[in-house]
């Protein structure tokens, strides 16, 4: 991958600000990396769950949080197998470069667990990176018209943008989708 991000994503801060997400309630953050999307959200009123296969990233996780004076449930797990209490559980999905992550042949899957994790009419909060048509990974590149083909199954695409806040090296090669679940769903 390229550089180490540290910081949170001004995307998710300015996203937060806008108004675009109706109301607070439920994130869950898929491989939440270090912490700091977690914390953002946290900070920002919602009720957080940090989800990553890494123990160690886990425990920066909860470190962070502990630091920055906010709550935040964690748990060491495999995104593939997701424990049944989490099923329908959360009003948002966050996710930002794990989808790159995963190897291609896999991502429908990956996606589908998104769907699950999803109360219906939950929002999945997609930063995907990156779109530059790059050959191999990861990042494994995004095929915005891929993603687009599995997620319309599910759900609805209520934003799509290019933000122009987006950290420099990343500048144009990511877009931030919002996807509501639909209220019923049978899968193919």
């Known amino acids: 991958m390229d550089e180490k991000l540290d910081i949170s994503i001004p995307v998710f801060e300015e996203l937060i600000k806008s108004g675009k997400l109706d109301e607070i309630g439920k994130v869950v953050v898929l491989g939440c990396g270090k912490g700091h999307d977690a914390v953002l959200f946290a900070k920002a009123g919602y ?3 940090a989800l990553d296969f890494a123990p160690d ?3 920066e996780t909860r470190q962070l949080a502990k630091k920055s004076k906010v ?9 593939f197998e997701l424990p049944g ?5 959360f009003d948002f999905a966050l996710e930002y470069v794990t989808y790159c992550s995963i190897n291609p042949a896999r991502r429908k899957e990956y996606l ?5 994790l999803l109360k219906p009419g939950g929002i999945l909060i997609g930063l995907f990176f990156p779109t530059d048509k790059r050959e191999g990974g990861p990042p494994f590149s995004v095929d915005v018209d891929e993603l687009t083909s599995y997620l319309n199954e599910a759900f609805f695409l209520i934003h799509s943008e290019i933000p122009n806040s987006s ?5 144009g ?3 931030l989708m919002l996807w ?3 209220i019923i769903w049978v899968k193919k």
């Open 47 to 49: 009720d957080v769950t």
């Open 167 to 171: 950290v420099k090296p990343r500048l």
């Open 180 to 182: 509501k679940k639909k």
């Open 112 to 116: 589908d667990n998104i769907q699950a």
């Open 85 to 89: 209490r989490m099923l329908n559980k």
């Open 173 to 175: 090669k990511e877009i």
């Open 71 to 79: 709550n935040i449930t964690t748990h060491n797990v495999d995104l």
């Open 57 to 59: 990233v886990i425990h």
